[in-house]
């Protein structure tokens, strides 16, 4: 079972990669990357993101890409846009792929990496 700190780090690091999603996308349409209005885009995320967690269950593996990683990445995006769509912001289809692509770098991709490093560092031991 994985320590309480590495659980709360992945949370803290998901966390903070969705915020920075929402404060990228805003600053890419000339809005103010932070303020209220990066609350107003990044909560429906940060909702799926902690609906992510409970389906999946990811403090038993919080690290791991595949296990964790793709079922975070999936209902924090289906779970953010279906949050946006009731909430009147935009879910349109090239915003639906951009954010598909990207969350799943973040939210998977740290894993895999995190994953790369350790299986190299127990080679070469």
């Given at each position: 079972m994985p320590?309480?700190?590495?659980?709360?780090g992945?949370?803290?690091?998901?966390?903070?990669?969705?915020?920075?999603?929402?404060?990228t996308g805003r600053a890419s349409h000339d809005e103010q990357a932070f303020?209220?209005?990066?609350?107003?885009?990044?909560?429906?995320?940060?909702a799926g993101l902690v609906l992510g967690w409970l389906v999946t269950r990811a403090w038993l593996a919080p690290r791991a890409p595949v296990r964790t990683g793709l079922g975070v990445w999936a209902v924090t995006l289906a779970?953010?846009?279906?949050?946006?769509?009731?909430?009147?912001?935009?879910?349109?289809?090239p915003f639906v792929v951009v954010a598909a692509i990207v969350l799943f770098a973040l939210l998977v991709g740290w894993r895999a990496v995190v994953r790369g490093?350790?299986?190299?560092?127990?080679?070469?031991?």
């Open positions: 320590s309480t700190r590495a659980v709360a992945a949370f803290a690091l998901d966390a903070v990669l969705v915020v920075l999603f929402a404060a303020g209220l209005g990066l609350w107003q885009t990044a909560w429906p995320f940060l779970g953010g846009m279906l949050l946006r769509a009731v909430s009147d912001q935009g879910t349109a289809p490093i350790r299986s190299r560092r127990r080679r070469h031991r």
